[in-house]
């Protein structure tokens, strides 16, 4: 039956879905460039402290929070392809507004307070953006991929994650490249925000032209247009049968939150704050100020950076290649041992005060474990668990724990830096120890098994 599956039509609806995942990395990592000049225009300048910069920094993980809470309302009302649409355009009126927040005010004079506040308005525009995104771009991939390849092509969406970070690490770096501090503290940051706007408006046109997925028209009884779709994907006689297994599910589900019962939403929870707690947007966010506290100049930096988000790309593409093989659960306890190995690493020279090649090396391993593992095993559980009928409803629960654990690590990391830099990176450690024994003890193994297949192991734990 698989010979008859249309592999480049998939991979089409993948790669366009997955622009939604590169522009949610754009926007979460285009603030590393960005955030010492933001720190020296508009803090600095307006004598606020390091909870101000924090804030500042962090400020569009409010919007993911609230993209993420009201995603799957949106996606339910909307449709998973209309709901990327709205995200699309969130992310370049976003991208605009963050680069000339003057707009409003029709003028461009001294930083104020007004203008920081507006500033971070439209962060968190593009945020909800980004809420949206998390959510609903594996939930689309998830719902319009054959079982058997289902692992490899969320992931895929990590894999444009890490590519969007590292794409902006090569602009903000040709940006920043050979330009004095005042003039980057002073333009230079607009252009970062600003080059967002040209994959948004790709994403938004490329949207125009995919499907809403099979199983979302299922839910809302188009069977017509699901089964066509299904045929497409995967041809005439595995079509009907997977569209069968969907109206089964759809059909005996009630549809309420906890009609599978507690268990499989508080693992969606806690699998979304431990992908978090591990302090990987520490290291994304804050990634060229940390490689200037071990010594390098500001090009230097940025340079290191780009290594890091190499190397970030390369692991993720292990992670593709392997998940289908190896199952999720491997993957993410490995990573989990490697992310500690890092972390405590890290922690051991900080409580040194060592500034050393070595520090660097010791957060390679961190990231790269997390992107063979967590980075994308974890939005490929997210886009499995759940079934059918609660899908929609339990994905935005996960993802906007997610973004919350992720806005209270990323705004409290300059503080505890300030208290202990040993005892900072020594937590991160430590969460992922508990990370790899929560995988362990409770997350099921989904390689192989289909959506619906998924439902039948939480109505027996129900």
Request: hydrophobic share 55%; charged share 10%.
């Amino acid at each position: 039956m698989k010979k008859n599956r249309n592999s480049l039509y998939i991979f089409s609806l993948t790669l366009v879905a997955a622009l939604g995942g590169l522009l949610f990395g754009y926007d979460t990592a285009v603030i590393s460039g960005a955030e010492k000049s933001l720190e020296a225009y508009f803090i600095t300048s307006l004598g606020m402290g390091s909870l101000a910069h924090g804030a500042t920094t962090s400020s569009a993980l409010i919007g993911c929070i609230i993209g993420g809470l009201l995603s799957g309302m949106i996606s339910s009302k909307l449709g998973r392809k209309n709901s990327l649409i709205l995200a699309s355009l969130l992310f370049f009126f976003s991208a605009l507004g963050s680069a000339y927040p003057e707009f409003l005010f029709f003028t461009k004079g001294e930083p104020t307070l007004g203008l920081l506040l507006t500033f971070n308005v439209y962060r968190i525009i593009g945020g909800i953006g980004v809420g949206l995104a998390s959510a609903i771009v594996p939930m689309y991939i998830g719902e319009i991929a054959p079982a058997d390849i289902r692992g490899k092509l969320v992931s895929f969406n990590q894999f444009a994650i890490i590519l969007g970070m590292l794409v902006v690490y090569f602009v903000n770096w040709s940006i920043a490249n050979g330009q004095s501090v005042e003039w980057i503290n002073d333009i230079g940051w607009r252009y970062m925000f600003a080059s967002e706007a040209i994959p948004a408006l790709l994403f938004g046109l490329l949207l125009l032209f995919v499907p809403e997925t099979p199983r979302y028209l299922a839910l809302k009884h188009q069977n017509d247009k699901a089964l066509a779709i299904l045929t497409k994907i995967n041809g005439a006689a595995e079509a009907k049968s997977i569209f069968n297994e969907i109206k089964q599910t759809v059909n005996v589900s009630s549809g309420r939150l906890l009609s599978y019962g507690k268990l499989v939403i508080v693992i969606g929870i806690l699998l979304s704050v431990f992908q978090q707690f591990v302090g990987i947007n520490v290291a994304l966010y804050y990634a060229p100020r940390i490689f200037e506290s071990m010594g390098a100049g500001k090009d230097a930096s940025m340079m290191q950076t780009i290594i890091m988000g190499i190397v970030n790309v390369i692991f993720t593409v292990i992670a593709i290649m392997t998940v289908d093989k190896w199952g999720r659960k491997p993957l993410l306890v490995v990573g989990s041992i490697g992310m500690a190995i890092g972390m405590f690493g890290v922690a051991g020279m900080a409580y040194a005060n060592m500034i050393v090649i070595s520090k660097l090396v010791f957060i390679i391993v961190y990231t790269a474990s997390f992107m063979m593992s967590w980075g994308p095993i974890c939005w490929v559980l997210i886009s499995e668990i759940f079934p059918n009928k609660i899908r929609g409803q339990a994905v935005a629960i996960a993802v906007a724990a997610q973004w919350i654990a992720n806005y209270l690590i990323s705004a409290t990391y300059p503080m505890m830096m300030e208290y202990s830099g040993a005892l900072t990176y020594g937590f991160y450690g430590l969460m992922s120890v508990l990370s790899a024994i929560f995988v362990w003890k409770f997350i099921p193994e989904t390689k192989g098994k289909t959506l619906e297949d998924m439902e039948k192991v939480w109505m027996k734990s129900a």
